[in-house]
T-cell receptor, first 112, second 116 residues
């Protein structure tokens, strides 16, 4: 069966460091993969989309990579700030339909 | 646009009662998704619609759950009868159609349901 795996343990880092979050998927080759941010008490908010023919995508301090051989996407936040503290969810397109399935998310805590 | 609007924001009900959650998607969006989020199971897709038609309801947990989309600007998720294990935050999301650049989903604020 298809699975989406994100590290369930919270990532705790010092302000100014780079945060790296991992999204692994199995048994499918997604055409694209999305990353969302969720703050407590709020719905997820879209951050970035990367397609299968793109190795890397950047937006300000955010960088996403997509390795279709490893079946993995990495999400980086450089020069992290306490305001980056949130849960980050990945959503690979896991079949030919348009349904949107999320990983369990990784909570990031940036200490001042 | 005001974004995806869900109501109510909070709902507390007794076991066995009927609960109806409401969603108004962003105008012009062709897809509407209903999710349930809990600490244990994360964000689960329950059902999604395309142009008001249910496409995949395989995530609906039981026959107690039903969803409708009578028109492009309104959808409901109903639980009848409700049970304590239905307690969760329910999100509605919408997105544009099948164009390659239009895959971003917009979420509502969610409805926190507590069944006692």
């Amino acid at each position: 069966s298809q699975k989406i795996e994100q590290n369930s343990e919270a990532l705790n880092i010092q302000e100014g460091k780079t945060a790296t979050l991992t999204c692994n998927y199995t048994n499918y080759s997604p055409a694209y993969l999305q990353w969302y941010r969720q703050d407590p008490g709020r719905g997820p908010v879209f951050l970035l989309l990367i397609r299968e023919n793109e190795k890397e995508k950047r937006k300000e301090r955010l960088k996403v990579t997509f390795d279709t051989t490893l079946k993995q996407s990495l999400f980086h936040i450089t020069a992290s700030q306490p305001a980056d503290s949130a849960t980050y969810l990945c959503a690979p397109r896991m079949d030919s339909s348009y349904k949107l399935i999320f990983g369990s998310g990784t909570r990031l805590l940036v200490r001042p | 646009d005001a974004g995806v609007i869900q109501s109510p924001r909070h709902e507390v009900t007794e076991m066995g009662q009927e609960v109806t959650l409401r969603c108004k998607p962003i105008s012009g969006h062709d897809y509407l998704f209903w999710y349930r989020q809990t600490m244990m199971r994360g964000l689960e897709l329950l059902i999604y619609f395309n142009n008001n038609v249910p496409i995949d309801d395989s995530g609906m947990p039981e026959d107690r759950f039903s969803a409708k989309m009578p028109n492009a600007s309104f959808s409901t998720l109903k639980i009848q009868p409700s049970e304590p294990r239905d307690s969760a935050v329910y999100f509605c999301a919408s997105r544009r159609g099948q164009g390659a650049k239009n895959t971003e989903a917009f979420f509502g604020q969610g409805t926190r349901l507590t069944v006692v």
